[in-house]
């Protein structure tokens, strides 16, 4: 029963929230059980609590103070019932003999007993009277008993020490102040929250703990945050939250490890993101409407003007074709304008999908320098080029293209008539190659090298005129550089000429191969990845580590790459765009030859049951993200263990 | 050439008539509508469909999967012209067994050449 058993664990974190277990007998409650004792004129008389366990006595009048296994214990029994339990002749019960005793040497034969409650409701613990004598207990001693249980529970609260108030109180006082919900986890249910967090969540503060965090979180989310309490990784992500009412909202959770009087603990914050995502929602939606909506118009104008320019419908006169001239131009501007913000749009959202693979540096130099030779002599300037290191790096290929380009039209533009531009390729930062760009311009001061990287941000405005530019090819580039990995900068001094550079990763030789490389070569690594930043560095860790590397996709990439070539090992995501991992283990246990193969796994969820017995083929199973030396050890033993089946083994890094 | 070009705006549909005569193996005709289109492509041989994505009804998209389902039209090659650029849209298109995307707004005196060229003629 998981409604049950989720109680359970409820009242254990309640009970865990008193901390009183095994702490020294207190005056309180020693007289409590004393009166009670008095009340019920019974001999033996005890306050007790009762854990995942065993039953522990804080105070004990006529009887040893005692620590009994939960199973042989009458105040168990009684808070599984969460009601006064009389009992008043226990031998005579025959189902009842195993409880019959308060230690192991006093039998008892009279047993009452009244849980406390928790003000969250929770039964921790019951006062209880005792006599070895089977007896009665009058309405009005039953009636004392359940007052005197009452005052166990006022002194309960009471009781929590000054320093742990005080603690509590700044807890309180603290985390009132703040906006965000937060809360405090034990076993990820929730023992402390503030104010904010019952507000988020549409529930009074005395309601929320006790619950588990997933109660908080919409349904298609709570796998995600399952993963997250798993990983602690700090980082924020954005999910669904779950008002009391059942409607769902967006939030940005946090979770963070901390200690909680002396356990290990999860601290977590929550924030209501529904506006932000609301904005994003609209501006997404306000570029999309950009995208269409001035491009129709757009095409009309600068179609009309084209066709007019050209002569198409009939020879213009000469100052009329300088106007339409001028109105094509600034219609293409504005076209460039639009791309750009929509193109740096997509990038800084994230939505752009970098293909990532190995570079030839040299070929692309030297083809985008060809490409801009006419701009150049349009500009009356000379391009040079030095390539002093000629090693591939892992970059988008298009996307590098684009980036040398717009630094490369820039340093046209802004160099003096008969000006030299140098293209250069030189080892920068270990692991990574500079491309720089140098002119004889003008040169940059401090100053506005600091601007120069955000959008819309010209030296001068005059030079948008006459230069064309559209002020947001050094913030494309910049985003672009950066989601490959790589840094970019400029060197400059006013009268001194200007250096842009940018460094882009290297890729160590042996290079990735993109499936489907050669037969004849020694058998790799498969990477079976549909992320491309996770492929991308896993694949520079293993060439790095001198293995050869074959990366697929998808499947169906996959497929053709296990038949093309037997691989050594295989590294699997087990969610691929078009299917599960585990159909490509299957296909291989099915295939010839391939059976052998061994298979660790990538994943970023812990493997089921199902999954840790699905095969045993999968030695490893890797739960991202992993540290590179874990990656390198379970290749190790999956590469030395190969033909022979091994118990799979999990592992977190 | 004969060549069904089909977009909702009238002042593009002038511009790609002016824009596609300027190659005089183009013969082109010009419908308003994803419908339309439909109806003309049934009635008559086309060597090439060139579709608007966005038009209101039958949008560009719909109207290449009916081309394309057809068996009396799914051998005409489609061209996409369309204002939008995602990555996305651009794989749907090709998805639907077009040959290629053009984009708006595009240069009217290299259109014809753009066009030969992705149909490969």
Known sequence: MPAARDEERARLIAL????????????????????????????????????????????????????????????????????????????????????????????IGFYAGVPFVTPDGHAIGVLCVADIRPRQLAPKQRDGLLALARLVESQLQLRASPARRERDESFTRLSSAASEGITILLEERVVEANNAFGRLFGYDLTEVAGRPLLDYIAPESREAVTRQLGLVSEKPHDVRGRRRDGATFDIEITIKRISYRDRPALGCVVRDISERKELDRIKSEFVSVVSHELRTPLTSIRGSLGLMEAGAVGELPPKARDLTRIARQNADRLIRLINDILDLEKIEAGKIQLQITAVDVADLVESTVAELRGMALLYKVSITTELGCREPVAGDRDRVVQILTNLLSNALKFSPEGGVVCVALATGAPGFLRFS?????????????ARLFTRFEQLEAANTRRRGGTGLGLAISRSLVEQQGGRIGVESAPGQGSEFWFELPLVPAPSIRDAGAAADEPPGILVVEDDDAVARVVGIILARAGHSVTRAATLEEARSAVAARRPAVVLLDMKLPDGSGFDLVDHMSETPGLEQVPVVVLSGVEPTFDHRTRSDRVVEWLIKPFAERELLRALRDAMGNGPEPRSMTRRTA | MRLLCADDEED????????????????????????????????????AILLDGMMPGLDGYETCRRLKADPATAGIPVVFLTAKTQRTEVEQALTLGAVACLVKPFDPMTLAAELRGALGR
């Open chain 1, 437 to 449: 760009v140098r002119d004889h311009g003008q040169g940059i001061s401090t100053e506005q090298q």
């Open chain 2, 12 to 47: 593009i549909r002038t511009i790609l008539q002016l824009a596609l005569s300027l190659d005089p193996e183009l013969e082109v005709e010009l419908v308003d509508s994803g419908e339309a289109a439909l109806v003309r492509a049934r009635a008559e041989r086309f060597d």
């Open chain 1, 16 to 107: 865990a929230r008193y901390d009183i277990l095994d702490t020294e007998p207190e005056l309180a409650f020693d007289d409590l059980a004393r009166l009670a004792a008095l009340v019920c004129e019974a001999p033996m008389a005890q306050i007790n609590f009762v854990d995942d366990t065993r039953t522990w006595s804080k105070a004990s009048f006529g009887a040893p103070r005692i620590t009994v296994p939960r199973a042989s214990s009458l105040c168990a029994l009684a808070i599984k019932r969460h009601e006064a339990l009389v009992i008043e002749d226990v031998g005579a019960d025959g189902r009842l003999s195993a409880y019959g005793r308060l230690d192991a040497d006093i039998a």
